[in-house]
């Protein structure tokens, strides 16, 4: 189901972000040719009102100079004096279809009513527009002419540039565009197969547990049930038979009773609508009280059970007194499961930076290191001292869900000389 979901999403992304990369791609490609085109008109125009002067106000004109000018802006000068080609300043035999240009060039300038071929009726400078000329072959240039009168009759100037993108230079431009956009999508659909896979993954697991906790609760709500039914079934047939039956009924029912609690608590927490009472909490004064029931209630099965406070008053934090009761409730019975009656259990309490540090010390067995990872998950038994019918795997879970709520956290050590610490920190 999820590689399905993955597949649609990737390929909704994918497709959502490569129409928007190409539609900005093209955007850009159209701004940038379009800029280009009116900053190489604009120089254009700028070199032909030099040349032109430089030809109004000189009768002769540095051959050198007019070559270093047409080289270096890449430029075609052509000149004629009343008329007549002049081969000294003519660069265009170097330009394939030059004539047609010139040709061009003069009708353009006549529909503009400037005569190149005619003397001007008026003693003033006249120059055409710029022209974007193209050849029959399909390559275009920017050219612009201009008639200039002298004492002797007149000379006609005509500049064509080379550098006018023509079609191939365009087909270039649009094929590294469409190459940007190609190495794009590319990357656009990587990516969000990437990020897709790392936002699914959660929810992989998530469900995973979910299977997990529904067939751990389903096995841990079985037995119950069995007992229960064949308890019935007993009694039926012999009904004078019901007190040896019924004890293990109401037990069944009381173990019964305490799962589903905790499973509500939990599908609580999932839902986010686990609700806490917070007030300020003397820390210190809880752990007495807890300490205090733990003595009274469990007096009978020879743990020795020791808390050791500092001489300084503990931070008061503000959170849920009966929860964080229940927390250190959980913690002390999860130690005397894992501990051999007449051993020691120890709690410390002490501040830290911005916490209150509780520890809950056992001197069992200990947990290994793969087992650290996975105590804190649903219906979780790391070992056989677990596997007994007053335990479901569900205490610990309990416990770290209602420290996130408070906004701590809990992680287990070693004991020294063996044994597992469980370490809560809670801020204050």
Not at 284 to 304: A, G, H, R
Not at 357 to 363: I, L, M, N, P, S
Request: proline residues 3%; negative net charge.
């Amino acid at each position: 189901m999820f590689s399905k979901l993955k597949r649609r999403l990737v390929l909704l992304y994918g497709i959502t972000s490569s129409i928007i990369l190409s539609v900005i791609i093209i955007g850009v490609y159209i701004i940038n040719n379009r800029q280009s085109q009116e900053q190489n008109m604009v120089l254009f125009q700028k070199n032909v009102e030099q040349i032109v002067e430089k030809f109004r106000l000189e009768d002769v004109i540095n051959n050198t100079w007019l070559v270093r000018v047409q080289e270096d802006n890449r430029l075609f000068v052509y000149v004629e004096d009343n008329g007549i080609k002049l081969t000294k300043y003519n660069q265009m035999s170097n330009l394939p279809g030059s004539q047609e240009l010139i040709e061009k060039i003069k009708k353009l300038s006549i529909e503009d009513g400037i005569n190149l071929d005619r003397k001007p009726l008026y003693s003033t400078l006249r120059k055409t527009p710029v022209y974007n000329v193209s050849l029959s072959n399909g390559k275009a240039y920017y050219s612009m002419a201009a008639l200039i009168p002298k004492n002797a009759g007149w000379l006609n100037i005509m500049v064509i540039s080379c550098d006018n993108q023509g079609p191939g230079i365009l087909f270039k431009q649009m094929f590294l565009y469409v190459f940007i956009d190609f190495i794009g999508v590319a990357a656009l659909f990587l990516i969000s197969s990437l990020y897709i896979g790392k936002v699914i993954k959660p929810l992989e697991e998530g469900q995973k547990r979910q299977v997990a906790f529904v067939a751990a609760a389903s096995h841990e709500l079985r037995t119950p049930l069995t007992v229960i039914k064949a308890g019935i079934s007993s009694i039926r047939e012999d009904i004078s038979k019901s007190d040896n039956f019924l004890p293990h009924i109401e037990e069944e029912c009381n173990r019964m009773t305490r799962l589903i609690s905790d499973m509500l608590l939990l599908a609580s927490s999932d839902a986010k609508t686990w609700s806490l009472l917070k007030e300020p909490v003397e820390i210190d004064t809880l752990l007495i009280e807890t300490y205090d029931m733990f003595c009274t209630c469990y007096n009978n099965k020879n743990y020795q059970l020791t808390l050791d406070l500092p001489e300084e008053e503990l931070h008061v934090i503000h959170g849920d007194k009966e929860r964080i009761k229940q927390i250190f409730t959980i913690l002390i019975d999860n130690a005397m499961s894992h501990t051999t009656p007449g051993e020691n259990i120890d709690l410390h309490a002490y501040n830290q930076k911005n916490y209150v540090v509780v520890e809950v010390e056992d001197h069992g067995h200990g947990i290994c290191d793969e087992d650290k990872k996975q105590v804190f998950e649903r219906f979780y038994r790391g070992d056989g001292s677990r596997n007994d019918k007053k335990h479901f795997g569900l205490g610990l879970s309990i416990a770290k869900e209602l420290i996130e709520l408070h906004e701590g956290s809990i992680f287990i050590k070693d004991t020294p000389g063996g044994g597992a610490t469980f370490v809560l920190r809670l801020p204050w």
